[in-house]
């Protein structure tokens, strides 16, 4: 290759790289304006035109970047779900030490904290669901994350002191056995029921608390939710230290 040909393919790589950075922080300046409409006016009423106005955008323009509202809104669930993941991860790491009840307490006070921080994002992956929208199959693996923290933390409790079976009513055992089937065969049926209950339980505490649900109720909510979610580890079966 010749001098000449090596300075214009360096020249065309460093364009595309340009390229590639400008589309990024497009992107994110994108997704940035479209949060904060969704803190003014919620997910419903999310427009691309209103993100391509404030941002100074032909509409036009900004559909190269997203073609549809539901493309937007999709890119803004799985960043809600990697960042509340990421959260559950940290925590679950920090206390990797701890005792199986330790460390199921940590990462729900963390999911607590992110919700708390975010609640306009929490509000879009758990609150109610977006007229007209349905959620890809895309979201999927981020929607994930924060739940194999929790399981990994009762697959070890299983493999490891073991767990106390929770009781399981005999009519629901066929589902019971059907939910550990798809999501934990290596887990007892009664801990795969109790864990869907808990996980339910938890959001449900978490947005109780977020959507004002426990005003003139729970005074001190850090204590309680803390309480709360060691009743949930023991109702899952984690009652080794």
Same mark, same amino acid.
């Given at each position: 290759m010749?001098?000449?040909?090596?300075?214009?393919?360096?020249?065309?790589?460093?364009?595309?790289?340009a390229?590639?950075?400008?589309?990024?922080?497009?992107?994110?300046?994108?997704?940035?304006?479209?949060?904060?409409?969704?803190?003014?006016?919620?997910?419903?009423?999310?427009?691309?035109r209103?993100?391509?106005?404030?941002?100074?955008?032909?509409s036009?323009?900004?559909y190269?970047?997203?073609?549809?509202?539901?493309?937007?809104?999709?890119?803004?669930?799985?960043?809600?779900?990697?960042?509340?993941?990421?959260?559950?991860?940290? =925590?679950?790491?920090? &206390? $990797? %030490?701890?005792?199986?009840?330790?460390?199921?307490?940590? +990462?729900?006070?963390? /999911?607590? @904290? *992110?919700?708390?921080?975010?609640?306009?994002?929490?509000?879009?992956?758990?609150?109610?669901?977006v007229?007209?929208?349905?959620?890809?199959?895309?979201?999927?693996p981020a929607?994930?994350?924060?739940?194999?923290?929790?399981?990994?933390?009762v697959?070890d409790?299983h493999?490891?002191?073991?767990?106390?079976?929770?009781?399981?009513?005999?009519?629901?055992?066929?589902? =019971?056995?059907?939910? &550990? $089937? %798809?999501?934990?065969?290596?887990?007892?049926?009664e801990? +795969?029921?109790?864990f /869907?209950? @808990? *996980?339910?339980?938890?959001?449900?505490l978490?947005?109780?608390?977020?959507?004002?649900?426990?005003?003139?109720?729970?005074?001190?909510?850090?204590?309680?939710?803390?309480?709360?979610?060691e009743?949930?580890?023991h109702?899952v079966?984690?009652?080794?230290?």
């Amino acid at each position: 290759m010749s001098t000449a040909q090596g300075t214009a393919r360096g020249a065309a790589q460093g364009t595309k790289g340009a390229r590639a950075r400008a589309r990024i922080e497009v992107t994110a300046a994108i997704k940035d304006e479209a949060r904060e409409q969704l803190a003014a006016e919620g997910a419903a009423k999310l427009s691309l035109r209103a993100v391509a106005r404030e941002l100074g955008m032909a509409s036009s323009a900004l559909y190269r970047y997203f073609p549809s509202r539901d493309d937007l809104l999709t890119a803004l669930i799985i960043d809600a779900y990697n960042s509340l993941g990421e959260a559950a991860e940290a =925590a679950r790491d920090t &206390a $990797a %030490d701890a005792g199986h009840v330790r460390r199921w307490t940590v +990462v729900c006070e963390a /999911v607590r @904290a *992110w919700a708390l921080a975010h609640p306009h994002e929490y509000a879009l992956i758990y609150g109610s669901p977006v007229p007209g929208y349905t959620a890809p199959d895309d979201t999927v693996p981020a929607a994930a994350r924060v739940a194999y923290v929790f399981t990994d933390i009762v697959r070890d409790a299983h493999q490891g002191p073991g767990l106390a079976k929770p009781p399981l009513p005999a009519e629901l055992r066929p589902e =019971a056995h059907r939910m &550990a $089937a %798809d999501f934990a065969p290596d887990l007892p049926p009664e801990t +795969v029921a109790a864990f /869907v209950a @808990a *996980w339910a339980e938890l959001f449900g505490l978490v947005g109780f608390e977020l959507f004002g649900q426990f005003n003139r109720v729970v005074e001190d909510r850090e204590a309680f939710f803390r309480h709360a979610a060691e009743r949930l580890a023991h109702g899952v079966g984690l009652v080794f230290p």
